[in-house]
């Protein structure tokens, strides 16, 4: 799904706004003696959706990322970051899961939930992405093979 609707410079911004939105919120229903701290969420979300907006305006690689105007190299960067967050995060799962098991420890259900949603993402994105929804080779069709483009 394309958000068209929303500006391209400000979807990031707007989801950094978002997300500390919600972290502020928690604090502030949260209550307690700490109700403050989401004053001080609010304050950093808003001075961090403003320099992602004006950064998103600017025309260096940076920029052109956080302003959603990023070009293919910018993009496999961005792909590539985020599979190795993803391979960091199962690995620490892992061994996270590893070490309760070993002690017999009741603490490892934390690490067994995002070991099993990494691994669903990983095995959805192969569902997604994969060769076999882009068609048939050239010679599936016909019956016969298809000829190079350049004979010798």
């Known amino acids: 799904m394309m958000m068209?609707?929303?500006p391209p410079r400000l979807r990031k911004p707007g989801i950094y706004a978002l997300?500390?939105?919600l972290f502020s919120a928690a604090w502030l229903v949260q209550g307690g003696r700490l109700w403050w701290v989401s004053i001080l969420a609010l304050i950093g979300t808003v001075a961090g959706a403003v320099r992602l907006y004006r950064l998103g305006?600017?025309?260096?690689d940076e920029g052109?990322?956080?302003?959603s105007r990023a070009d293919e190299r910018q993009q496999l960067v961005s792909l590539r970051s985020r599979a190795l967050a993803c391979n960091l995060a199962a690995i620490t799962s892992f061994i996270g899961l590893?070490?309760?098991?070993?002690v017999k420890g009741t603490w490892g259900w934390p690490f067994l939930v995002p070991l099993l949603i990494t691994g669903y993402g990983y095995l959805f994105g192969l569902g997604s992405y994969s060769i076999a929804e882009e068609g048939t080779p050239d010679d599936a069709d016909t019956g016969r093979q298809a000829r190079p483009p350049v004979s010798s």
Do not use: V
């Not at 305006?57 to 260096?60: E, N, P, R």
């Not at 590893?98 to 070993?102: F, G, K, P, S």
């Open 4 to 6: 068209t609707f929303i």
């Open 19 to 21: 997300a500390g939105l």
């Open 64 to 67: 052109d990322r956080i302003g």
């Open 57 to 60: 305006g600017t025309d260096t």
């Open 98 to 102: 590893t070490a309760a098991i070993a």
